[in-house]
């Protein structure tokens, strides 16, 4: 008889633990289920903005509007064929010779004084002159 | 049972033999009625055990299924197709989807109709008021108000707190370069469904199939990338603009594509329209000229009939023909433009674009056989391509040796002109016909497609001849220096009234870039130029369309990426000799 009382008290216990923990599992799911919702309507919004931006960049770099702004705002003219190169017609560079006397030959190399008035053609006017010593 | 009650009734006083011959007939020969019976009551049960298992498998994933309203929010959203972003060839984005609201009315939870309007109107004052109040006491269950309102808009009208008044998010499809890339894309309605250019190709490829089984409500199709380059489709129509308003041309239109593999790089038929307002594509004058419009191309198809002469085998570019007089075809005359009075050679043809030689090029060859070739090319048939728009050309009835004579200089025949440069690019790539694309292809993909209509060696020859013709002839203001251009002016009469006329003119240009190498053809389209001071008077291609198309060449060889070559030898001796 004891025996079935005891049996009975577990079983019953057994139940609520069971219980609490089905609903403990039920309430985290839930919980679960409104962060994925949630986001994923972050992302949607996210993605919504992202969309948007890319648009207004797209406008933004519209060739027509870029060309409009370049007639208003640059004295650039278009490039004339006879303006490319590529690297094969370049002339070799002129050997550097740099006595290694000095007691620092790389600063010797950085300080030399053959290189300081040769600019590159384009943007010479852009570099501030460096009077030669 | 019944029936078979009936039967037994019947048959009470039959001698067995026949009972059993009746049983045979109505049960099958030996068949045990007790086991049969048996067996449907184990269906029955297997029937019951089936039923109430889905019944209970179903509560199962009721049960298992998430939230029915969050479904529901998802598909109440974008209402409108979402649709695939439209990319250029560098991933420029050409047109793309954004989100907006749209306002609308569940008339039946209106509570007070005047003060809604009152309230709405006061917020959006392009409504209209007697409209509404309409709508709002119609008793229907569902009217939009107002698409695609914005978001401040939304805000105000949010905070009223009318009840029964709603917002949808919808699609809202905008094209942020406006009119730079119109005809090509075309256009969607307020449903978001595409109704014209490659829009409508979408929708007719898939996508409206997919809208239906609501799948394409969000952003989840990939972008499309089209083989356009907006940087010269922008630098083609900013040209082909200026070269409409300096000639006074009616219409413009212009063409770059890719001869090895078909692809349109750039398309641009002025007037065009911005495809945010597509209420200005209805207007005639708006087609799209390239794929909509058929034309005489004048003497454009004088490059197809020399290459049809050259690769028959029974011409060679030293042969030459009569064109001392003009050639008489009944009350038809066919003059030369520039009349030399004597022989011509081949390439003197084409320098000197004579259409007495040409025609008398096309007759040595005959009807049928002008015919079987400009069949090959796939000028005699509707040109498909993925844009929805196309016309047929208009081929003649009966086609006698007075049409071969005259369509071996572009006239009597009008095709689209899409489909002429096709045909062309076929002359220039070493003899492949490649139907266009607006999508990319990769040199494979395209040798997939194509078919021979010409030998190599006669497209090299047709490659000196362009070439030719920029040096010494017709074209020779198109010479941009450094990127060895071929070219091919062409100036047809219109047809006024039944008539040619000879004020109104329909210049084209067609120009092959590098000649040696061919990469790009170019084909500019100028209607009615008018003539100016400038031009000395004249209105003929060399004049207008030429220029027009050297500007443009000066502007796009260097996005495509072509280096320019100085010092090159004359083409008789860069692209005939090499040839042999």
Known sequence: MMYWRLLNMSVVAGLVLVAAYAYDIKYQSTLRAERVAKLSEDLRQERDAVASLRAE?????NPRRIQALADRHLSLTPVNPSQYSDFGNLPERPPQIVQPTGSDPIEAIVSNPQDADIFTGSIDNWLPKVPNP | MRNSAKEQSAEQPAPGWRRRLIHTLLYGRGVDRGAKSRARVGLAIL?????????????????????????????ADAVSTGRPDILDRNGNILATDLKAASLYGEPRKIIDVDEAVELLTAQLPDLDATEMRERLSSGKGFVWLKREISP??????????????????????????????????GHVNIDNQGIAGIERWLDKSGLADLHMAGFATDRLVKPIQLSVDLRVQHALRDELAQAREKYQAIAAAGLISDVNTGEVIAMVSLPDYDPNNPREANEPNRINRLTTGVYEMGSTFKALTLAMALDSGKVSLSSSFDARVPLHYGKFTIHDYHPQNRMLTVPEIFTYSSNIGAARLALSLGVDYHQAFLKKLGQLDRLRTELPESADPIVPKHWGEINTATIAFGHGLSVAPLQAVMAINAMMNGGLLIPPTFFKRTPEEAAAVATRVIKPETSEKMRYLMRLNTEKGTAAKADVAGYYIGGKTGTSEKVVNGRYSTSKLLNTFTAVLPADKPRYLLLIMLDEPKAIPETQGYATSGWNAVPAGAAVISRIAPLLGLQPRFDLPLSDRLILAKGG
């Open chain 2, 47 to 75: 029937a019951f055990v089936l039923g109430y298992g889905v019944i209970a498998l179903r509560l199962v994933t009721l049960a298992a299924a998430p939230d029915a309203h969050n479904v529901r929010r998802v598909s």
């Open chain 1, 57 to 61: 960049w797209a406008r933004l770099g």
């Open chain 2, 152 to 185: 401040p808009q939304q805000e105000a009208i949010h905070r009223l707190g009318i009840p029964g008044i709603g917002f949808l998010v919808e699609n809202k499809r905008v094209y942020p370069n406006g009119a730079e890339v119109s005809h090509l894309l």
